[in-house]
């Protein structure tokens, strides 16, 4: 539940929590919940706490690219364990922390093809489909750790589960703290 704290006059941070399955309500509700906070409002950081198994790649790369283009400093919080998609939204931030002992993992997405009994051709369209959020996943991936793709490949096929400091040295984590890095005070 997205929780929002003002900090003074000049600077607003909001706080939102995105935990739990990824799914095509999630993007809905963070976009809406963003869009309804930024309109008319002075916002200078968000501040996205996040622990999730993973989910819907195509959702995690429309999050992705929503915050790579807001208008104001995003900081993502990872807590408990980032996998699968979950992965794609919290590099989507330069500002990436994680709290100690937040389990990472790099795995191949997982894809539900709708018509279990469809033509030859829309299986191959459902493969291309899934081949393309794939490469799509690996792609920002490497561009946000500074790995090679074949690295991210590997990783992602071999099921690669990581601590917070191996993440961090991945390239992954930015910063690893014990607490949430929050300040409860709300301005008068």
Known sequence: MPVDIKYNHMMQEIWYSLIGDITTDTSKQLVSWINEKAYGNPIKILKIFLSSE?????????????????????????????????????????????????????HEGTNTIQNKTGSLHQHEDNILWMKDR??????????????????????????????????????????????LPVNMVKAA
């Open 134 to 179: 794939t490469m799509r996943h690996v792609h920002i991936l490497s561009t946000e750790t500074g790995k090679a793709t074949d690295e991210i490949e590997k990783a992602m096929a071999e099921t690669m589960f990581l601590t917070t400091e191996e993440a961090r040295t991945f390239g992954l984590v930015k910063n690893i703290e014990e607490k």
């Open 54 to 106: 993973g989910g819907d790649v195509e959702t995690a790369l429309t999050i992705y690219h929503y915050l790579k283009s807001l208008p104001f400093e995003v900081e993502i919080v990872a807590f408990n364990k980032i996998a699968s998609a979950a992965n794609i939204i919290f590099v989507s931030s330069s500002h990436r922390v994680a709290i100690q002992g937040c389990i990472f993992v790099l």
